[in-house]
């Protein structure tokens, strides 16, 4: 990550990253992979539009399809114009692509505090719509007991009949269904999450997000 040393010194505005993980598997072809690409699209545009999330949040990008690969590095999203388009292919290794985003999460967070930048309680957004395909318990504690200490928002979210009991192993909380392809609603909870956490006065603080009701299934 090149740019985060300078990053952080040009812009010392407590940080809240965030680590998407994203299922591209092959069944995720079609119109899936189309509203989650503009789900992420329309994610970074609302954090720009917010005067203090712009400045505080960092993103970085994560995809199982295939192999589990970074597609985005930890960056201001200020930084980012737009993420390339996904294509949805492969089997989904979900755990190695978890391991990876947690690792980052942690080189993140010692970029931090090397710099002297306070930062928020990181998210991981771990979209899917089956379950992982190669070895995912031990990051799913892993995540879990992050969470339990409350040193990671760890949010499982399904998609279209996936299996919600595995994906709510890699969090203290149950994962949550979406309704639909409801991607647009989801990013957009999720912006409007970055605006409050960006706005609380201590990066201790515990932040009341705002209802799912417009993306999850009931």
Request: charged content about 20%; proline content about 6%; some cysteine.
């Amino acid at each position: 990550m090149p740019e985060s040393h300078n990053d952080l010194i040009d812009n010392p505005s407590p940080r809240c990253p965030v680590a998407l993980v994203l299922d591209t598997s092959g069944s995720m072809c079609g119109a899936p992979i189309d509203e989650l690409n503009a789900g992420i699209q329309f994610f970074i545009d609302e954090v720009k539009r917010d005067d203090l999330a712009r400045w505080s949040v960092d993103l970085a990008v994560y995809t199982a399809g295939g192999s589990a690969d970074c597609i985005q590095d930890f960056i201001g999203v200020e930084q980012i114009a737009g993420v390339a388009p996904l294509g949805a292919s492969g089997s989904t290794p979900l755990g190695a692509a978890t391991h990876m985003a947690l690792n980052d999460l942690e080189g993140r967070k010692r970029a931090y505090r090397g710099a002297g930048v306070p930062y928020y309680q990181p998210w991981l957004v771990l979209i899917s719509d089956g379950g992982p395909t190669d070895s995912w318990q031990e990051v799913a504690r892993r995540a879990s007991d992050l969470s339990a200490r409350r040193k990671l928002v760890s949010l499982p979210i399904g998609v279209n009949g996936a299996d919600l009991g595995t994906l709510s192993c890699f969090s203290t909380k149950p994962a949550v269904a979406l309704d639909g392809l409801k991607f647009r609603e989801l990013f957009q909870w999720l912006s409007a999450s970055m605006a409050r956490v960006s706005a609380s006065t201590s990066s201790d603080a515990s932040v009341q997000l705002p209802s799912n009701e417009s993306w999850g299934s009931i």
